[in-house]
């Protein structure tokens, strides 16, 4: 099957999509994307359908479409903004592997739609993922070398009204790994409560330095930058992959 998170679905699993292919939120799009709003509210259905009219309406208002493909986002900005994970990549809890490295990018030398497209389709293309990797959730690995707050974009938060992440785009959160932290770390947690429910915050995990990931990611999933030893061409991907993706 083309999309991976339509693999392996348990019974209860399509019990669910039944239920939520009758709300009228979810009429005339694909299954493969109400699995990811209902394995991000892990099956509830009446979460889901709030987070998809959630993230609908915002696309809705930055003229953003539902589905987004490769070929209408910025690539020079994918790759520049290095936010991403890599597929079929798991830690030892069969959870998918996210980073981030804030300080490559300054949102606001970028059209602000252009850079939401973009949070859009990371969102979208994870219905290449299997349906494990979307029960289990992700982990996110952060470094925080050189950051500072240009590297966040304040116009996502006036954007959303009071809204969280969570409550827009669809994915579970497990942990938070930040490492290289800067001095300043707690009014960076303070701005991101701001944005992130505190359930989200509670999961950060302070790390230190980059080395010391290999206590909680096996090294061989884990990217050489960020401490481990695997080895993955995150531009030479992005340009692999077809225009429709």
Same mark, same amino acid.
């Given at each position: ?5 339509? #693999? ?16 009228? @939120? $979810?009429?005339?799009?694909? /299954? ?16 889901? $359908? ?9 696309? *809705? ?23 991403? %994970? ?7 809890? &069969?959870?998918?592997? $996210? ?11 970028? /059209? ?7 949070? %859009?389709?990371?969102? /979208? ?22 950051? *500072?707050?240009?590297?966040?974009? *304040? ?19 497990? $942990?938070?790994?930040? @490492? #290289? ?24 995990? @302070?790390? &230190? ?37």
């Amino acid at each position: 099957m083309k999309y991976k998170i339509m #693999n392996n679905l348990t019974e209860e699993e399509l019990q669910r999509l039944a239920e939520f292919k009758k709300m009228s @939120i $979810a009429q005339n799009i694909d /299954d493969h994307y109400l699995m990811v709003y209902l394995f991000a509210k892990k099956l509830n259905v009446e979460k889901a $359908a709030e987070t998809l009219q959630n993230n609908i309406d915002l696309r *809705s208002k930055l003229g953003i479409p539902f589905p987004l493909r490769k070929a209408q986002v910025n690539v020079d900005i994918v790759k520049k903004m290095y936010s991403f %994970f890599i597929p079929d990549t798991r830690d030892a809890n &069969g959870r998918v592997i $996210a980073y981030l490295y804030p300080s490559k990018m300054i949102p606001k030398q970028y /059209d602000f739609v252009d850079c939401m497209k973009i949070l %859009f389709w990371f969102s /979208d293309i994870t219905v290449y993922e299997d349906s494990i990797g979307h029960r289990n959730g992700m982990v996110v690995v952060e470094d925080l070398t050189k950051v *500072s707050m240009k590297n966040f974009d *304040s116009r996502l938060t006036d954007m959303m009204k009071g809204k969280s992440l969570e409550n827009i785009f669809p994915g579970r959160i497990e $942990a938070i790994y930040l @490492i #290289n932290q800067p001095w300043f770390l707690r009014f960076l947690i303070g701005f991101a409560k701001t944005f992130i429910k505190n359930k989200i915050v509670k999961r950060l995990k @302070i790390v &230190g330095k980059k080395e010391k990931m290999v206590e909680f990611v096996d090294p061989n999933h884990l990217l050489e930058e960020f401490g481990g030893k695997l080895n993955f061409d995150y531009h030479g991907w992005i340009d692999s992959l077809p225009a429709d993706y």
